[in-house]
């Protein structure tokens, strides 16, 4: 019998079709983003052979980092593509300080759009992961006017998709539209991706963790005394000093310092990811629009939680565009443990930072 070949585009029609309202826009948006990250990943793999791919362009971006030149052509690529979609009226990147609208047609648009382009780009020169990330909110403002802030500062509980593209050993497209996450392996030879994870859930068990370590003695003393007890060192029978549950052995310690790969391997084998604030910077490094809460939306359909140490990410009211927040996000009760030692250790002396 033949392979059942499900496009990520006939799916993603599919789900959309489940809407009586539906008008076929949320389809052909999403289609738009298919096709950026089938370009990307053409870039990506050519690092090393072309000199446009590695290196940077010598500018410096809105968050004080250089950029990097596949940075700036998976920026330039998404917004060009988007803007002359006819469905998106405005976009924002971690690339560009404020919001990007489009030529007065698109003012029509209902939906907007926030993208980190390249996460992890710091990895690229080294052929290590790197990947994009979307968030889709419906506008607030009337159609027919110019997008605005108010569009995009909207709770992540209002997202009405989100998702990633890890291009790793394979390019793979994740997404949810609020019913279930669903990946989709790309294949080269026919040029599509094709559904290979359907209906993602976190496995029960959290055997890994991720944080940089190196950031240790910046932590709080909450983050820090979970992190202990992840690796044992808490009590000698591996049980919480909190709650008293009891690990079999150390979780395993695995950090890319892309945290697209970082939360898609964890996603898989079942782990949380960790970004704390420090003392120094009590909001860490994450941004909420566009990095925090798409992931957010991802792990909670997939059964999991992410949270700020305090409360749910998804139900933070964004100030800011760029705004950081520190990010916990996996298996939902290794989130919800690690809520109570920030609880416990943390919140009287007002380190995190919410
Ligand atoms: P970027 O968007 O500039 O690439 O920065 C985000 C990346 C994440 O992918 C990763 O989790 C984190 O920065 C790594 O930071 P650090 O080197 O401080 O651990
Ligand atoms: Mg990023």
Redesign the pocket.
């Known amino acids: 019998m033949a392979q059942e070949f499900i496009t990520i585009n006939r799916h993603i029609s599919i789900e959309g079709r489940r809407y009586p309202q539906a008008t076929g826009e949320f389809t052909s948006l999403m289609s738009e983003i298919v096709l950026t990250a089938k370009i990307i990943h053409r870039e990506v793999n050519k690092a090393g052979l072309v000199d446009e791919i590695t290196g940077f362009t010598g500018d410096v971006n809105v968050?004080g980092?250089e950029v990097r030149k596949l940075?700036q052509y998976a920026d330039d690529l998404f917004m060009h593509i988007l803007k002359y979609s006819g469905h998106v009226c405005a976009m924002a990147s971690?690339e560009a300080e404020d919001l990007v609208r489009g030529p007065t047609y698109v003012n029509s648009g209902k939906y907007v759009v926030l993208l980190?382009p390249?996460?992890?780009?710091?990895n690229i020169d080294a052929n290590v992961s790197?990947?994009s990330i979307f968030a889709i909110y419906r506008r607030v403002t009337p159609p027919g006017e110019p997008g605005a802030l108010e569009d995009f500062l909207q709770p992540g509980r209002n997202l009405i998709a989100a998702g990633y593209i890890l291009y790793g050993s394979s390019t793979v497209m994740v997404y949810t539209s609020g019913r279930g996450v669903h990946g989709f392996t790309l294949d080269p030879s026919i040029g599509n991706f094709i559904l290979s994870h359907s209906n993602i859930r976190l496995p029960e068990k959290c055997g890994i963790y991720s944080v940089?370590e190196?950031?240790t003695r910046d932590w709080t003393e909450g983050v820090r005394r979970y992190v202990e007890r992840c690796k044992c060192l808490e009590r000698d029978d591996c049980a919480s000093s909190f709650d008293g549950k009891t690990l079999e052995k150390p979780m395993s310690s695995r950090?890319?310092?892309?945290?697209?790969?970082?939360f898609h391997r964890n996603l898989l084998y079942g782990g949380i990811?960790l970004?704390p604030g420090t003392k120094k910077k009590p909001n860490g490094?994450?941004?909420l629009m566009y990095?925090a809460n798409p992931m957010a939306f991802v792990i909670e359909q997939a059964g999991g939680a992410a949270s700020n140490g305090v409360m749910d990410i998804l139900d933070v009211q964004p100030e800011e565009l760029h705004q950081r927040i520190p990010l916990f996000m996996g298996n939902r009760d290794e989130v919800e443990l690690l809520e109570n030692y920030i609880k416990q250790y943390d919140l009287k002396e007002e380190l995190v930072g919410v």
Not at 118 to 122: A, K, N, P, V
Not at 257 to 262: E, L, N, P, R
């Open positions: 968050q980092e940075d971690e980190d390249l996460d992890g780009s710091s790197i990947g940089n190196s950031y950090y890319i310092g892309s945290m697209v790969a970082d990811f970004y490094k994450l941004r990095e």
